[in-house]
C-alpha cells in the first residue's frame, strides 16, 4: 500500500538577544521580567534541535539608535532617519537608551546561560553598522543589509524556526515577521519571550497570527514534537560553533550586496 512519506521537520531554536542591557535588574534597556525567560530557554536547548542559533544585538558607541547620538533627543522618543541607500525615503525610528555596545558587558549572554552556550551553532550579529537600526535577525529596518542567518538556516536545511527571547515587540516579532516571509514555518514559543511594553502581548499575537505565525505554549506537546525529531545536530555544524567565544568577531566581507 502507498505510504504518504513524512514530511520533513527539521526545526530550529532561535535565540533572539539575550543579553544583559535588555535583562532586569541591571540592563540600560530591560524587558519587565525578561529573566524569567532564562531557564525556559535553557530548557529548550537541551532538546534536539537541528540547529541551535542565537542572535545579539551588537552596536559600536555612535550608533545612531542611540539617543544620546542626537542633540536634544530623549530616549524612546522617535526621530526621522533618511535611508542609508540615499533614495531621499524617511522613516521615523524610536531611539533608545546605549544599549549592548560591542564587547561591553550590556553585550553578553547573562550568566544564567553560560552552561548552555557551548550548544549554540551560530551567533548572529547585527546592529553594528552604525547609520541604521535593525530589530529582525536578519536584516536592518531598510531591507538592505542582510545578515548571514538565512543562509545559515538553508545552510542546515531547516523547515521550522521556533524563536525566543527579547524582545517579543521589537526584535523577536520582527525577526519572525521576516522568517516566515522567507518561507521557514515560523512559531514563537510564549514562555520564552516577553514584550517591553506588559500590554502589547494581544496586539502583537493578533499580527503574528495574521501573518500565519503561530505562538505555541511550552507544553508536553511541544516538546515530545521536538524530541521525536530525527534529525540531530551532527558534528558538521560545529565547524563555526560560537560557543568558543562570547565576544564574536564583526564580520567584514560578509555584507550582502545591497538589493536594488
Ligand atoms: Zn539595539
Not at 524569567?36 to 545612531?64: F, G, Q, R
Not at 541604521?132 to 543589509?145: I, K, P, T
Request: proline letters at 7%; glycine letters at 6%.
Amino acid at each position: 500500500m502507498f505510504k504518504v512519506p513524512d514530511l520533513p521537520f527539521k526545526p530550529a531554536l532561535l535565540i533572539i538577544d539575550l543579553q544583559e542591557d535588555f535583562l532586569p535588574p541591571n540592563g540600560s534597556l530591560a524587558v519587565p521580567g525578561g529573566r524569567d525567560v532564562i531557564p525556559v530557554i535553557t530548557e529548550l536547548m537541551a532538546l534536539p534541535w537541528h540547529a541551535i542559533i542565537a542572535s545579539k544585538d551588537w552596536h559600536p558607541k555612535n550608533h545612531c539608535s542611540f539617543a544620546a547620538n542626537h542633540v536634544d533627543a530623549t530616549p524612546f522618543s522617535r526621530l526621522p532617519f533618511k535611508s542609508p541607500a540615499g533614495t531621499g525615503e524617511v522613516k521615523d525610528e524610536m531611539v533608545w537608551p546605549v544599549h549592548c555596545v560591542q564587547s561591553s558587558r550590556g553585550a553578553e549572554f547573562p550568566e544564567e546561560f553560560a552552561s548552555s552556550i557551548d550548544k549554540i551553532d551560530h551567533i548572529v550579529l547585527k546592529g553594528y553598522l552604525t547609520d541604521r537600526e535593525y530589530y529582525s535577525a536578519f536584516q536592518d529596518v531598510w531591507g538592505l543589509h542582510h545578515t548571514e542567518l538565512d543562509s545559515v538556516l538553508r545552510e542546515r536545511d531547516i523547515t521550522d524556526v521556533y524563536i525566543v527571547g527579547l524582545a517579543l515587540d521589537y526584535c523577536v516579532y520582527n525577526t519572525a515577521v521576516d522568517s516566515m516571509a522567507l518561507g521557514f514555518t515560523t512559531h514563537i514559543i510564549r514562555q520564552g519571550t516577553m514584550p517591553v511594553d506588559p500590554n502589547a502581548w494581544d496586539s502583537v499575537t493578533v499580527k503574528l497570527q495574521s501573518k500565519g505565525i503561530e505562538v505555541v505554549n511550552m507544553n508536553d506537546e511541544l516538546v515530545e514534537r521536538i524530541s521525536k525529531c530525527s534529525s540531530r545536530r551532527n558534528s558538521t555544524v560545529g565547524g563555526d560553533s560560537a560557543a568558543a567565544s562570547h565576544r564574536p568577531v564583526v564580520p567584514s566581507q560578509s555584507f550582502h550586496p545591497i538589493s536594488s
